[in-house]
């Protein structure tokens, strides 16, 4: 299947930094992007839908001024943490569709997740 | 979109068939049933896609009946690497934002 990969794994910054996850999608082009947030314990709760081109569409509560997205290509969105904050401390996942590696073309891959620790 | 609720948690043993129950009673007509296999500290995994009958890849079966208000997840023979959290997501391709239930946590024991 297709993968996505994100870059870095794991980052500890102080708070007050900002810092910057990349999501790249390695073999297909994908025009969609969904950045999550995961709690310990908890399921994945979408943060945003990043669209090439355009600007991202932010789910209810979520701050668009401290999660800012960027989807410059058709293979990499990068999501920037402004002003972070101890509470900022989550696991971060993006997912990207290939509608035409899959049956159906429904399929979503998902990256490994980035553990972002805030001090 | 259409609201999936799942068990909370599961227990089997190594060896045994787990079947993993998903109500998602609004379900419209062009949505089709994934499933998601999560470990702690990763990225869900895909494990089986279905709109309608049996859909059977290498590794479980889904089974979704004729009014498709409900989906199936079987895992034949389950070994310890099986524990992790199982999600079922509904939603149509074309506009599909993939949105999460809190899952189903199965715990396979020795």
Redesign the interface.
């Known amino acids: 299947?297709a993968v996505?990969s994100?870059h870095p794994s794991w980052v500890i910054c102080k708070s007050g930094t900002s810092v910057k996850i990349e999501c790249r999608s390695l073999d297909f082009q994908a025009t969609t992007m969904?950045w999550?947030r995961q709690f310990p314990k908890q399921?994945?709760?979408?943060m945003a839908?990043s669209n090439e081109g355009s600007k991202a569409t932010y789910e209810q509560g979520v701050e668009k001024d401290k999660f800012l997205i960027n989807h410059a290509s058709l293979t990499l969105s990068t999501l920037t943490v402004t002003s972070a904050h101890p509470e900022d401390s989550s696991?971060y996942?993006c997912?990207a569709?290939d509608?035409t590696n899959?049956?159906?073309?429904?399929?979503?891959?998902?990256?490994?997740?980035t553990?972002l620790t805030v001090t | 979109l259409a609201k999936t609720t799942q068990p909370i948690s599961m227990d089997s043993y190594e060896g045994q068939e787990v079947n993993i129950t998903c109500s998602h009673n609004n379900i419209a007509t062009n949505d089709y049933i994934t499933w998601y296999q999560q470990f702690p500290s990763q990225g869900p995994r895909f494990i089986i896609q279905g709109y309608k009958t049996k859909v059977t890849n290498e590794v479980a079966s889904l089974f979704i009946p004729a009014d498709r208000k409900s989906s199936t997840l079987s895992l034949p023979r389950v070994s310890l690497s099986d524990t992790a959290v199982y999600y079922c997501l509904v939603g149509d391709g074309g506009s599909y934002i993939p949105t999460f239930g809190r899952g189903t946590s199965l715990i396979v024991h020795p």
């Open positions: 299947g996505v994100q969904f999550y399921s994945l709760m979408l839908t696991f996942i997912s569709r509608p899959a049956p159906t073309g429904y399929e979503q891959y998902f990256g490994p997740g553990r």
